[in-house]
């Protein structure tokens, strides 16, 4: 057991919180129970920790939240974290994409999984408050052969100082070290090399709450609070869908772990079997010539659909389709939007029954009568 933590800042409740968000199959879930069970066991704290998460076992959005309190102090709170005192992002593509930053004050403390530096993640994702830590923790997973959640665990520990790394270590080999023992030496390399290569930097000491930042700055588009229209005085009665949409917009690409399928195409031989197994469409086929022959050809990939389940890679049976890390490849060969293959007559019809809704003016246009602004 260790001494009795004090914590550094609480709330208005006396909690010090922690909100994690991430997609299915990289850890936050586990890494929120161990956060949780981190405070009760090791910290002498209250704890709670829960986590929100859909059907899907891979790729969807992810939060999980932890609260901790002083032993006097009990929690009586057991709803979202909402203005976190610490953020893990455990998959920088969901900035932008989901509003991830919401709730950053000047006293949290932004734990985030990118390549970057800090100076260009603050820049790239426009984030000027707070403390902000990152590390590369998908190339720190692959080298230590532990999981991100394991090196996001290390990096949260940095960012907070008050907390052991004794500690975490015991927990690590007391939860993953009794269900995995063989996998025990490689977590622990990952906890540490997260806590040692997590590098920080202090953004502003501006008080200002980020959420009324962007209500003063609408250009701060990573800061910008999800505003709903409907109420329950406007909203259309219950199962109406005032706007079809098309799955033409579904942009997956925060949903990929780092990896994407890398497309040869001078090894393809046209058999179609990705088109098949790809659940998602990604894939783009046009009528061509292969080999002297009339025939449907591969053109390419439409990324942006691509969930990164890699399946297709494991189907190919000439791997003209093969594993890379998305980092690597800032321009991917072979990318094709399934909208350039669209035949012309049908690109500018308008949505309704038996019409065609248009790739274009569904990406482009904005949402104005409901939903998210
Ligand atoms: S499975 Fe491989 S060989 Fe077959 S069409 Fe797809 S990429 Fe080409
Ligand atoms: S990894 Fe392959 S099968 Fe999976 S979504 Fe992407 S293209 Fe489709």
């Not at 709670?48 to 959005?61: A, C, D, T």
């Not at 977590?187 to 930042?213: F, I």
């Not at 449907?296 to 594993?323: E, F, S, W």
Request: glycine share 8%; with cysteine.
């Amino acid at each position: 057991m260790y001494p009795p933590v004090t914590l550094p800042v609480t709330n208005e409740y006396g909690y010090f919180e922690i909100r994690l968000e991430s997609i299915g199959g990289l850890g936050a879930n586990l890494c929120g129970k161990m956060l949780g069970e981190l405070g009760a066991l090791y910290l002498s704290l209250n704890a709670l920790s829960f986590s929100s998460y859909g059907s899907e076992k891979r790729g969807s959005p992810v939060k999980s939240y932890i609260r901790w309190s002083p032993a006097s102090t009990p929690l009586r709170i057991n709803s979202p974290v909402l203005r976190p005192h610490v953020l893990g992002i455990f998959h920088e593509g969901l900035i932008g994409t989901y509003p991830v930053l919401d709730g950053i004050s000047a006293d949290t403390k932004i734990v985030l999984n990118t390549p970057l530096s800090c100076d260009e993640a603050a820049e790239k994702y426009n984030i000027s408050i707070g403390t902000l830590y990152c590390l590369d923790a998908l190339s720190i997973a692959m080298k230590s052969r532990s999981r991100i959640n394991m090196v996001m665990l290390g990096a949260i520990a940095r960012a907070c100082p008050f907390i052991p790394m004794e500690s975490v270590e015991s927990l690590c080999k007391n939860t993953v070290g009794k269900k995995y023992p063989a996998l025990i030496e490689a977590n622990l390399l990952g906890l540490k090399m997260g806590y040692e290569k997590t590098s920080e930097q202090k953004l502003s000491h501006r008080s200002k709450h980020a959420s009324d930042m962007a209500l003063e700055s609408p250009a701060s588009s990573a800061l910008a609070k999800e505003t709903y229209v409907w109420g329950y005085k406007n909203a259309p009665i219950g199962g109406i869908n005032t706007r079809p949409g098309s799955t033409v917009s579904n942009d997956l690409s925060p949903s990929r772990e780092g990896y994407i399928p890398l497309f040869l195409q001078e090894r393809c031989i046209n058999c179609g079997l990705c088109d098949s197994t790809c659940p998602d469409m990604v894939f783009q086929f046009a009528p061509g010539i292969y080999k002297g022959k009339e025939t449907m050809v591969n053109q390419g990939l439409d990324y942006r659909h691509c969930k990164g389940c890699l399946r297709c890679v494991d189907v190919c049976p000439t791997h003209a389709l093969v594993k890379a890390l998305e980092k690597d490849y800032p321009e991917k060969p072979y990318s094709m939007l399934d909208q350039d293959l669209l035949p012309a007559g049908i690109q500018y019809q308008k949505t309704g029954a038996n019409s065609w809704i248009t790739s274009d003016s569904y990406l482009d246009e904005k949402r104005i009568d409901g939903g998210i602004v």
